[in-house]
């Protein structure tokens, strides 16, 4: 008996993302690991990380030169009383207990402005003459010092949890003195390819076989996106084995389907998964590449699922597009919505409107000059067209004509 899905208004690329972000939202919050500070890098952090102290620890000086009273510059070129020298690491009983009017202290970068002093005048603006100073220009209070506290009061929260950990964040962790972190279990991913025509790398392809890309493209995604892959073997256009990987991919904590949501006699994937009961939340958006694109639930353990269209790069766009928002959630990042950055059109685009696109381009140029141009495709099939692109231009779906010149959407990857 063929069940297939109720069908349904095709949504928007719009709306079918909101869909997709807001069941992502409620996800429950994943399991913890403690790793290393290194191996922490580009996992999603599970636990804030907190001040130790104040940041920085004392006022700190930005520049080379003297520690001053900015009132003592009122009127310039004037002469201040060296009495000492303050090194960045001096020790507590090298520095001087006060600054008193018309004195300074020489200061190096990155050491402490001693009390009394309020400012630090950089030292190509004196010249010293034996244990006096003569400064050229005024300063104001605060000028080249970084008050104790200014950047972090102790017991603040520096990092939030459901942040990816990256130079910065690794780089604050340290210098809170942090050796371990907290971080989110990566989800597994079970990817299920189907088709009759589709033969693992092991296989020589007969004349008419296809050998299964999907599954490595798809791999390197989930991976990007902060999951684990799990592939599983490929299933034939046949029911009961696609439902028998279907139910081996419930172990993993969502499943990515590729190919078999078409209209076509042998596209079996919805049927088969409206015989094991799922919910569909749309099955197509209004989008080129990757238009059959379904997601949906199983009553197991409420697993979702992606039914990504089979064809190369239509797989990649809806990847990118629906599933990464759903797998970094279920590694723990906290949402962001997806921004797209913009650049001159190189040559122009003439296109059917209707749908929204995301075309296969490069982005060249160098600098504030960046411009984009469609790489030529023979369609969603062509994965080496995708392979020459480094992002994919993204055309509004009432545009059929945009000029040379014109800012375009591109979203990179
Ligand atoms: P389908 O979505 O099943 O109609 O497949 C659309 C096209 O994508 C067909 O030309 C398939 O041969 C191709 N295709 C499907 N799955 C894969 C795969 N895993 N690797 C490479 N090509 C695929
Ligand atoms: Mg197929």
Redesign the pocket.
Known sequence: MAVSPEPAAIPSFEDARHIVEAHAAGLREPKIERVELLAAARRVLAASVVADRDIPPFPRSTRDGYAVRAADLGNVPTTLEVIGEIRAGAKPEEIPVSVERCQAVSIMTGAPVPPGADAVVMVEYTSRRGVRVEISKAVAIGDNVVAQGAEARQGSRLLDKGIVLNEAAIALAASVGTLRLDVYKRPQVAVI???D??VGLDTVPGPTQ??????YSLGVQIGRAGGDPVLLP?AA?ERQRLREIIEEGLQSDVLLL?????M?R??LVEQVLAELGAEFFFTGAKIQPGR?VVFGRLPTEHKYFFGL????V??MVTFELFARPMIEALAGMSPRKLTFVHARLKSEIHIKTGLKRFLPAVLSGEFENSEVELVAWQG??D?AAVARANCYAVIPPDRDRIAVGEWVAVMMR
């Open positions: 390819t189907t088709g025509e589709i296809i050998r299964n890309s999907n599954s490929i256009d590729t190919g078999g949501v078409s076509g042998y596209d059959p269209p089979g064809n190369p239509s797989t969603s099939g994965i």
